[in-house]
């Protein structure tokens, strides 16, 4: 049975800080949360209730000005300006890339925000009071198709880890056919994802081990991190591997393939 009280550990703030070191590289990453609501109450009831665009036009006002005068200057002074990832705490909206988690600049940040919190209510996913931005992993241009609007296909891995037995539990394909195809909704995207069904498939199953055994190695320096996690590598054109994400496995795609013993 999963522990409700765990949901928290989702939240991009509390699991990043504690793997950043971990060995395996990740993207350079700003993130923060909103302002507390205990010290600026008024400030933050407005500032989430902009986030679901209530009034339009006033709602983005507000946004924007929290972000210019608050965010903004800390990503420049990151130079973390160019090509960049958004999020909030726990989802990206990444199924419709292109204006929302993938940005070209910050002139649009505010509504990539607006966006991403939005679509997260709409499925029911938390995280809105944290924004996330990273430097966009780059792909050659031309070279690497795109689905989900915008969104470069690269061969990913979803490595389970128990941090209870120090130990990898295994590893799944991100970009399992069976899983993913059916749930294709665009014509576009059928297309690109069965053209490179084998390309994704080859470089699943000849690194699969050398990734389980990187995640392996880099996870036993972590502390803070209690029970089975997933742990997410992307593997970009020159073959680098980064991580890319984490989730308590009892809320990860592809827990259901887990060996025996494991509960949900």
Known sequence: MFD????????FSFWYPKIKDCGIPTPLT?????PSAEEEPEYV?????????EHPKEDEETVKAYLEERVIPKLKEMKL????????GRFSNKFNANGTCNLYGLHELYRAIILINYEAMCCGA????????????????????????????RPEF???????????????NYWDYDYVYPHLHDATDKIVFEHERERIEGAFKSEKDRVQAMVETAMKRVTGLAGQWSVDI???????????????????????????????
């Open 81 to 88: 300006t160019g090509h960049v990832f958004v999020k909030n």
């Open 158 to 172: 979803r490595v389970f880890y128990d941090f209870d037995t120090r130990k990898p539990i295994f590893t799944a």
């Open 4 to 11: 409700y009280t765990r949901e928290h550990e989702n939240d």
């Open 30 to 34: 700003f993130y923060t949360k909103l």
């Open 45 to 53: 009831k407005r500032l989430y209730e902009a986030f679901y665009m």
């Open 234 to 264: 992307l593997m970009d054109e020159g073959d680098n591997l980064w991580l890319i994400d984490m989730a308590i496995a009892q809320r990860s795609a592809y827990w259901e393939k887990r060996p025996e013993g494991y509960a949900e």
């Open 126 to 153: 938390e995280g809105a009071d944290e924004i996330v931005v990273r430097k966009f992993i780059e792909s050659p241009h031309g070279t690497t198709p795109c689905i989900y609007n915008g969104l470069p296909l």
